[in-house]
C-alpha cells in the first residue's frame, strides 16, 4: 500500500498583516506551520499504513525552508519525503503548482505504484480548492472530494468506499484505485509523534528534486510562466461596525420587535422572503 500526501508550510494566518501602503501580505517574522487541512489527510494516509502496511510518502513543493513542513510530517510517522524545489517553480499559481506535483507523482509511481494520493481540501493561504482536483486532472485519477470517512478500502480488489459530504447529506461512493481523496476538517485528529519517528524525523535524508528531477520538460507551465492567474489586490476587511440583533419570541410568537427587525431584512434583502417561504 503506497499513500502520496501532498501538503504546504504555509504562514500561520493568526499572525498574519498586510503592509497598508502596498497592499500585499508581510511574511518576514510570520512562523509557517504545516497547512492544518493538510494534516487531516495525512492522518488518513498514516491508518491506512497502520491497517494494510506499505509506505507514506509526503510531498511539498516551495522554497527549502519547507524541509521543515516535511520533517514534521516524518515525525508523525511518513516514511519518506520530496521537496520539489526550484526557482522555476517561484510565483506558481493553482494550475503551475498542479502541473508540477502531478509531474512529480509521475515519478514516485514509476518508483513504487501509486494506490491513493491525499490532500486536504484546501488550504489557508490560497482557499481556492484547486490543486487536488487538478493534480487528478492532470494523472487522470478518480477523484473524491471533500470525504469525511474512509468506510472501506480493499487493495486487491483494488477498490474503495467513503462518504462524502455534499450540501443537504453524504454521499456514499465506491470506486476504483488509484484515486485522489481530499479530506475534510475535523475527520479524525493527528497522532503525536512518537520518540523514534522524532529522532528518524530529525536525521532522515529528505529528497530534493529540481525542475529535471521531477521530470518536467516544458519550463512554460510552471512558476509565473505558467501562472495565468493574477491578483490584483489584497486588503483587511473593514471591521463592522454594526451589531448583531437578537431576535426573541414570547410563547412561540415573535414580538412587534422582531417582526419589524425582520421586515428591515427582507427590505435589505429580497430574495430571503422566497427562500425563507420556501423553506416554510
Known sequence: ????????????????????????????GVPAIINPYDLFALEEALRLKDRFGGQVTVLTMGPPQAEAALRKALSFGATDAVLLTDKAFAGADTLATSYALAAALRQLDERLPVDVVFTGKQTIDGDTAQVGPGIAKRLDLQLLTYVSRIVELDPEGRSIIVERRAEGGVQVLKTALPCLVTML???????FGTLPDMLRAARAPVEQWDRAAAGIVDATKIGLKGSPTVVSKVFTPTPRAERAQLVEAADGHLTAGAVEL??????????????????A
Not at 476538517?185 to 497522532?191: M, Y
Not at 425582520?262 to 423553506?279: G, H, K, S, Y
Request: proline share 6%.
Open 1 to 28: 500500500m503506497h499513500s502520496v500526501v501532498c501538503i504546504k508550510q504555509v504562514p500561520d494566518s493568526a499572525q498574519i498583516r498586510v503592509h497598508p501602503v502596498t497592499n500585499t501580505i508581510m511574511r518576514q
Open 185 to 191: 476538517e475535523g475527520t479524525n485528529e493527528i497522532r
Open 262 to 279: 425582520i421586515a428591515r431584512m427582507v427590505a435589505r434583502l429580497p430574495a430571503l422572503e422566497d427562500e425563507l417561504a420556501r423553506r
